[in-house]
Nanobody
Framework: QVQLVESGGGSVQTGGSLRLSCAASGYTVSRYCMGWFRQAPGKEREGVAAIDNDGSTSYANSVRGRFTISRDDAKNTLYLQMNNLNPEDTAMYYC?????????????????????WGQGTQVTVSS
């Protein structure tokens, strides 16, 4: 049984930083593709970043240069380092994983491509 458990969310002021973690069980983080998504109230879920099994990464334009996705294979954990946060980053953040290789499709950051989901961790950025 696959379980993805996010942590690290919280409240910060504009310009602050947070690091989200996603601990996986029943799933090897380096096996296929993993990603971070977010959903703000009244908005659709959007892809934030993804990392493939070969270490290649993809980012949404809105976070490129500010967010960094990474994983620690020894700890079987996925991370999202978020710097220079602004109020538009306020959302519930979800960790997700696939059960197949996505290849070039990883760059689309489509939620429909991901099979396993965590419960989410809230990030709130105040001005």
């Amino acid at each position: 049984q696959v379980q993805l458990v996010e942590s690290g969310g919280g409240s910060v002021q504009t310009g602050g930083s947070l690091r989200l973690s996603c601990a996986a069980s029943g799933y090897t983080v380096s096996r296929y593709c993993m990603g971070w998504f977010r959903q703000a109230p009244g908005k659709e879920r959007e892809g934030v970043a993804a990392i493939d099994n070969d270490g290649s990464t993809s980012y949404a334009n809105s976070v490129r240069g500010r967010f960094t996705i990474s994983r620690d294979d020894a700890k079987n954990t996925l991370y999202l380092q978020m710097n220079n946060l602004n109020p538009e980053d306020t959302a519930m953040y979800y960790c997700a994983a696939t059960k197949v290789d996505l290849g070039a499709r990883m760059g689309l950051l489509w939620a429909e491509h991901f099979d396993y989901w965590g419960q989410g961790t809230q990030v709130t950025v105040s001005s």
